[in-house]
């Protein structure tokens, strides 16, 4: 059977490093804003190439968190795409706010920036781009309506650690960037964990203060604040799997450069790159041309499990369809029904991957 993901291959790859970095944490005797935590902060706002990292439980949060310390609340308005994980709009929601949802560009899956503008009203408060699978979103384009309408601009990156849009790293173009760092994403750790990066001090002083109960530090609360910390044996994972990223992430874009090169099926449409982006490819989202369900059965019984990413857009779930004041994302709800995520992941066997793009290939023939 080829999986879909396997976060147990990055544990088995990096084992020693992992089990040893682990006991240390256990032997400390600190779990919880230690040592491990502070360095991760450091290392990782070395590689992103910004100013500071604030470590927290998972992406919601730090998406939350990063509304928070930007003064979104209730009755504003924030911009974002529907076709995302659910993560995004519900930590809109959590801040009283009401997520606008408009639609994607085709090729890129992204967000479409000649949308936005027209969304834009006196409760616009942010804007929020997802760099959906891996691949940067259209940063010149968003970034240049978000100084024309003075928003901040926060960056979804739970699925793009590493990846680069001109030669800098995504998480360090708006005012906050926030990561995921659940076990199958390309920097992961073995449970819940999330991080923002950020070139603002008065944003980042906000943050660290409200990821914990808006204490300051003499644990007096002045502000609003919360339980959201990444505890110390995450980061201690963290410190490890940060080291190899750009070489896991190489794994992953050379299994799509073959993917690219040896799918030819005519009815499997291969992901778009725009220019100037180095793709990390969290996920190899292909489009079916004709049943999908088909396509996954097949894929299956060929002992392939595949991934729909996503198949029930946000504003067509059930407690979402409030806030669609009659949306038109035609592009969002056509990807909805044709996408599908080939297997794909650092540690994949070879083996593996030429049996996928056969596989894929073939459909049509055996079924």
């Known amino acids: 059977m080829i999986i879909f993901s396997n976060p147990k291959d990055g544990y088995i790859k990096y ?4 089990n040893s970095a682990v006991s240390d944490v256990m032997n400390s005797g600190f779990y919880v804003r230690g040592q491990q935590l502070e360095q991760f902060e450091k290392n990782f706002s070395d590689y992103l190439g910004c100013q500071h990292v604030i470590g927290v439980g998972n992406a919601t949060d730090a998406i939350f968190l990063s509304l928070k310390a930007l003064d979104v609340s209730s009755n504003d308005e924030v911009i974002t795409v529907s076709h995302t994980a659910t993560a995004t709009a519900s930590a809109i929601i959590q801040t009283g706010a009401v997520p606008v949802f408009i639609d994607v560009n085709p090729a890129t899956m992204n967000i479409e920036p000649e949308k936005i503008e027209e969304k834009i009203t006196l409760k616009t408060k942010a804007i929020i781009v997802v760099h959906l699978y891996g691949q940067p979103c259209d940063l010149d384009s968003v970034l240049s309506i978000a100084k024309k309408y ?3 601009v926060i960056e979804d ?16 173009f708006g005012a906050t960037g926030c990561f995921s760092f659940f076990p199958t994403k390309n920097l992961s750790c073995y449970g819940d964990g999330g991080a923002i990066s950020t ?5 980042s002083r906000k ?53 690219y090169s040896e799918i ?10 725009q220019g100037k982006i180095e793709h990390v490819y969290h996920l190899f ?11 996954l059965s097949y894929l299956k019984k060929n002992n392939i499990i595949a991934g729909v990413h996503y198949r029930n857009p946000i504003h067509t779930q059930e407690f979402f369809t409030q806030f669609q004041n009659n949306v038109d994302l035609k592009v969002t709800e056509d990807l909805a029904d044709s996408i599908v995520s080939l297997p794909i992941y650092q540690g994949m066997k070879k083996e593996d991957f030429i049996s996928v793009a056969n596989a894929v290939n073939n459909f049509g023939e055996s079924i």
Request: charged letters at 25%.
């Open 207 to 259: 943050l660290m203060n409200m990821r914990e109960y808006g204490w300051n530090e003499e644990r007096n609360c002045v502000s609003f604040g919360m339980n959201s910390r990444l505890d110390e044996i995450q980061a201690a994972v963290l410190n490890v799997k940060l080291k190899y990223l750009d070489q896991d992430n190489e794994e992953r874009q050379n299994i799509a450069k073959f993917y």
């Open 15 to 18: 084992s020693e490093e992992i």
């Open 264 to 273: 030819k099926h005519p009815l499997i449409l291969l992901p778009k790159l």
């Open 285 to 295: 989202v292909v489009r079916c041309q004709t049943n999908r369900e088909s396509f």
């Open 150 to 152: 003075k928003l901040p």
């Open 157 to 172: 990156c739970a699925q793009a650690a590493g990846a680069s849009y001109k030669g800098k790293k995504v998480g360090t």
């Open 199 to 203: 070139n603002d001090p008065i944003i």
